[in-house]
């Protein structure tokens, strides 16, 4: 689902989100990572940003495999604006499960980003949730075009992992 009625982002522009519901399987996830690649490309991201964000939607997604509530679907949402692009990530689990934001997987999504934040909410929280109290857990993140990040958030060096 694409819209494209959204609050203004802050630069004036309306925000579009794309929103994808996928089964959490390894079968499926692939096509995640490609949603993030094409709109990544059609963002004019340059080609080692590209894959940064087809690792990092990867990595995300495969961690909230992991603690997903029976054989719940994987939410993504994706954001663009003219600052960069937007993900968030959910799946429902268990009341109190955490997101895992220890070990090798968080810190080599945390490089491929420039800003990544684990939290618990509620499906009434979540673009695409139920409204209820659900418990879920979710992935945010965002990569921004050169020269677009807001004061504070990240720097314009680029840790490609493919150089």
């Not at 968030?88 to 090798?104: H, L, N, Y």
């Not at 673009?127 to 990569?143: F, H, M, N, T, W």
Request: contains cysteine.
């Amino acid at each position: 689902m694409v819209d494209s009625r959204g609050p203004l982002a802050q630069d004036g522009r309306r925000a579009e989100r794309l929103e994808l519901r996928v089964p959490t399987t390894p079968t499926q996830l692939p096509a995640v990572r490609a949603m993030a690649g094409d709109l990544a490309m059609r963002m004019d991201y340059d080609l080692d940003a590209v894959e940064d964000l087809r690792l990092a939607v990867d990595e995300a997604c495969a961690t909230l495999s992991t603690i997903v509530l029976d054989d719940a679907p994987l939410t993504v949402v994706f954001e663009t604006t003219r600052a960069g692009l937007h993900i968030s990530a959910w799946v429902p689990t268990a009341d109190g499960t955490e997101v895992p934001t220890d070990g090798f997987g968080w810190a080599v999504l945390a490089a491929l980003v420039d800003s990544v934040e684990g939290r618990r909410a509620t499906e009434r929280e979540m673009p695409g949730g139920s409204g209820g109290d659900e418990p879920v857990a979710v992935i945010s993140l965002a990569k921004y075009l050169p020269g677009q990040h807001p004061a504070g958030v990240g720097s314009d060096d680029n840790l490609s992992v493919a150089r």
